[in-house]
């Protein structure tokens, strides 16, 4: 069946260093790629998608692109600031349209001042 | 859009009581999806709902655990007897299955069952 791996954590970095979350997926067709990030307290929001191979999804200076080749959608940021610390959640939806999504397990990212 | 409305957002109980979680989705969502998450098991969906129909409950822990959309506006999740293995903090979700925003998580509900 479908599945999302990603990267274990948690993943401590200085305020300004560069992020990388992996983030690979098994599922057969052509799925729709998300990330979600869950702030301290607070439910899971999406944070950026792609619904086709080389898609590039972007928000809040955060990017990721759905590469087929290696079936990846590794989220990136230039310059993480304190209030990204948060836990960051891979997730695919299969193309069999059952409407649910599969989610990673979850990767904490803490930064620094 | 007030978004995916939980209550409450805090419940304390003791061992034993009957405990009833509550969900309003999105006005025109069709879909609506419950989450349970813990430290030790992450997230786990527990059942979801296609036009108020179940449609896999097969997350649902045990008989304890039981879920109802009566109609497209709200939806329970009832525990009864609970125990303390059930602490977790418990999230409902929606989706309309037309688009490609995935789903939009409410605040969730954070049980205490002691």
């Known amino acids: 069946g479908d599945s999302v791996t990603q990267m274990e954590g948690p993943v401590t970095l200085s305020e300004e260093a560069f992020l990388t979350i992996n983030c690979t997926y098994t599922?057969?067709?052509?799925?729709?790629l998300f990330w979600y990030v869950q702030y301290p307290g607070e439910g899971l929001q999406l944070l950026l998608k792609a619904t086709k191979a080389d898609d590039k999804g972007s928000n809040k200076g955060f990017e990721a692109t759905y590469r087929k080749e290696t079936t990846s959608f590794h989220l990136e940021k230039g310059s993480v600031q304190v209030s990204d610390s948060a836990v960051y959640f891979c997730a695919l939806k299969g193309s069999s349209n059952t409407g649910k999504l599969i989610f990673g397990q979850g990767t904490t990212l803490q930064v620094k001042p | 859009d007030a978004g995916v409305i939980q209550s409450p957002r805090h419940e304390v109980t003791e061992m034993g009581q009957e405990v009833t979680l509550r969900c309003k989705p999105i006005s025109g969502h069709d879909y609506l999806f419950w989450y349970r998450q813990t430290m030790m098991r992450g997230l786990e969906l527990l059942i979801y709902?296609?036009?108020?129909?179940?449609?896999?409950d097969s997350g649902m822990p045990e008989d304890r655990f039981s879920a109802k959309m009566p109609n497209a506006s709200f939806s329970t999740l009832k525990i009864q007897p609970s125990e303390p293995r059930d602490s977790a903090v418990y999230f409902c979700a929606s989706m309309i299955a037309r688009d490609t925003y995935g789903y939009t998580f409410g605040s969730g509900t954070r049980l205490t069952v002691v």
């Open positions: 599922a057969t067709g052509y799925p729709s």
């Open positions: 709902f296609n036009n108020n129909v179940p449609i896999d």
